[in-house]
């Protein structure tokens, strides 16, 4: 239960609880006491850092692999007409059955004040899918956005690093503003607003109906990104991730956080998309010996990849044990 | 709106000068953001409130001008009834249409809906009901009405026959021409034509088509009229579309005619892409339809 509050206050832009002394386990209290009398040995974790750093793509690669599989599925689907994967992310069918996007459908649901049985069908599904595999598990794993904003970041990073450029941080508490307006505005003015400005469909319909002017607007988010703030419409904006957040809380595919190995070094905050939701791997924050990372977390797999000891990896709730 | 003027401060710390100064700094860069999104979603809903969103829909598309609003409300914007025509006739507005980014509409000039699709396709496929499910029969359609819009053009009125390629070797238009393939479009350049007097919308409309179709195979069973009516059902469009009225003087031998729309018209915009002169002498006028503006249904 503590999981859904947690998340939910994460999601919708508090910063995570800073645990009181009496929250923490008896356990954890033993791991970072044990900690705090036998510190690190720096040198042999450089090492193990050394050495990690050579292997640390598997679930990038995993990931890159199943985004550009699903893009690309639409793309060919629609241009040698076989009939697979018809539509565009907002809705789409697959082999015949219908899909929607959450987010889409919420706000045509809104504006219109109508569901067709097949919109029905199709939220149901896409609802159960997501239910299944993490709800924000969508934003790294399919959503054609997010690669392009995870190549501007490396741009951003590059440039930040030479000192060229300043990360920007805004209250992420605008995302749920963002989210309430947007509904209201659907429901007030009858129109999907928010969809003129989503990137995600904007490069969804591109990809598959070829590049348009509405191309510009994707552009200049990413130079923002680039030059300004750190992934900012992910993180500040986008309403959908929100959405599948929501979605998330009840998913039982999460990343798991085992305190016994980690060094607190930070490494995994450094790549995150969402790093408010890693911040039991601060020293003295975790309160368990496990924790789960919040449902803001798109199960991206990067700080799994980055974790020099392994200190975080994916977790199946409910099937772990038998794994 | 509130929760957002309070920077994240934990309760218990007290903030140095310089956090202060970083939270203030955050929350008028916080404003900054909320403000330039909302204006930049903002502007993309002007031209829909000005109504410079109205484009010619495929069929279904909530039925009639009125049901813009409704139609931009109700369309997910995925395209699949753009994946499934068979003439390509539907597209996807870019982003000069305001609020209706990602939204189809048809270019008849360029290619208009022939219903070479028989069945309505871009209808069944739509899931939201953004074109409307209560179409049958593309006679059931009412996308917008053809209008004489300028009769000194048209070729019919000035006494004038047609000869060669409808709109000329490079127009890349589609259109099923039964007596050549039942079944696939080809290309308008490679369908000539020699008329003694132009009667190009009225020969290619898609609701005339049909109607002569279903008068042959009336006459072919002309023995077992019941039956005759259980096939072709309502598939028969009941009214015509256009027809050819002769007027003035006979000059040479040809009977001047001019081009009238009638009561069966649905907009499917096929004789606008069709008629030869540039502009067009015919075209679709998007904010009537039969059952509006002329009060008939
Ligand atoms: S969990 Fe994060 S802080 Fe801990 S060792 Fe791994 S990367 Fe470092
Ligand atoms: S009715 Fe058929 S031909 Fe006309 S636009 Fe729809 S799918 Fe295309
Ligand atoms: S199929 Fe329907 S919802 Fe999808 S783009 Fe066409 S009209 Fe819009
Ligand atoms: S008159 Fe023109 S718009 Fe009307 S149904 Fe015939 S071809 Fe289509």
């Known amino acids: 239960m503590s999981y859904i509050i947690e998340s939910f206050r994460q999601l919708f832009g508090s910063e995570p609880r800073r645990p009181d002394k009496s929250d923490i386990s008896p356990e954890a209290k033993a791991v ?8 690190f040995d720096k040198y042999s974790f450089e090492v193990a850092r050394e050495a990690h750093t050579a292997d ?77 595999l993490g709800g924000r598990t969508f934003c790294s794993w399919v959503c054609p956005y997010h690669l392009l904003s995870e190549w501007a970041e490396k741009l951003h990073l590059y440039l930040a690093g030479k000192g060229w ?106 790549v995150c998309l969402v790093p408010h939701v890693l911040d039991m791997t601060v020293k003295g924050k975790a309160v368990h010996t496990e924790v789960d990372v919040s449902a803001d977390c798109t199960r991206c797999g990067m700080c799994v990849d980055v974790c020099p000891t392994n200190s975080l990896r994916f977790d199946i709730k409910g099937l772990g044990k038998h794994l | 709106m509130s929760e957002q003027k309070k920077p994240n401060k934990p309760v218990k710390r007290r903030l140095s000068a310089k956090q202060v100064e970083q939270n203030r700094r955050e929350f008028l860069r916080t404003s900054a953001l909320a403000v330039g999104v909302m204006g930049v979603s903002l502007v993309g809903l002007l031209p829909a409130v000005q109504g410079k969103s109205l484009a010619l829909r495929p069929p279904g598309a909530l039925k009639t001008p009125l049901d813009e609003t409704e139609f931009l409300s109700s369309c997910i914007k995925c395209g699949q009834c753009v994946q499934v025509c068979p003439v390509n006739a539907i597209n996807l507005a870019d982003l000069d249409k305001g609020a209706g980014v990602g939204v189809p509409f048809i270019d008849a000039r360029e290619q208009a809906c022939d219903f070479s699709c028989d069945g309505l396709q871009c209808v069944l496929a739509c899931p939201t009901g953004a074109l409307t499910h209560d179409l049958d029969y593309p006679a059931d359609a009412r996308m917008g009405f053809a209008r004489l819009d300028n009769p000194r053009k048209c070729l019919a009125i000035q006494g004038k026959g047609f000869k060669g390629q409808a709109r000329g070797p490079d127009f890349e238009g589609i259109l099923r021409y039964d007596d050549v393939d039942r079944w696939n479009p080809i290309p308008v350049a490679d369908y000539p034509y020699d008329l003694e007097l132009c009667d190009l919308c009225m020969r290619q409309c898609p609701i005339e088509i049909r109607i002569a179709q279903c008068a042959a195979a009336a006459d072919e069973r002309e023995q077992n009229k019941d039956r005759v009516a259980q096939i072709q059902g309502n598939e028969c469009p009941p009214k015509h579309a256009i027809a050819f009225e002769a007027f003035g003087d006979e000059e040479g031998g040809v009977k001047r005619m001019k081009p009238v729309i009638l009561d069966g018209c649905v907009g499917c915009g096929v004789c606008e892409m069709i008629c030869p002169p540039e502009p067009p002498a015919i075209v679709i006028d998007i904010k009537q339809d039969v059952d509006h503006m002329r009060g008939v249904s």
């Open chain 1, 32 to 39: 970072h006491l044990y900690k705090k009398q036998n510190p």
């Open chain 1, 56 to 132: 640390s793509k598997k679930w990038r690669n995993r990931r890159w692999a199943t985004l550009l599989v699903v893009n690309l599925l639409f793309v060919v689907s629609y241009y040698f007409d076989i009939q697979l994967l018809e539509g565009a992310l907002t809705a789409s069918r697959f082999m015949g059955f219908h899909m929607a996007d959450l987010n889409s459908a919420l706000q045509v649901t809104l504006a219109f004040k109508h569901m067709v049985l097949n919109l029905v069908i199709g939220t149901a599904t896409v609802f159960v899918l997501w239910l299944l």
């Open chain 1, 165 to 270: 450029v300043k990360d920007h941080s805004f209250n992420r508490k605008v995302r749920s503003l963002f989210y309430v307006i947007f509904a209201l505005l659907a429901l007030v003015t009858g129109y999907t607003v928010f969809e003129t400005i989503s990137v995600t469909g904007i490069v969804s319909r591109a990809l598959i109906y070829g590049p348009g002017m509405a191309l510009i607007w994707v552009g200049l988010v990413l130079l923002f990104e680039v030059f300004y703030s750190r992934r900012a419409w992910c993180r500040y904006v986008c309403p959908i991730g929100i959405t599948y957040g929501v979605v998330g809380t009840l998913s039982p595919v999460r990343v798991k956080f085992v305190l016994k190995d980690c060094h607190h070094e930070g490494d995994c905050r450094k």
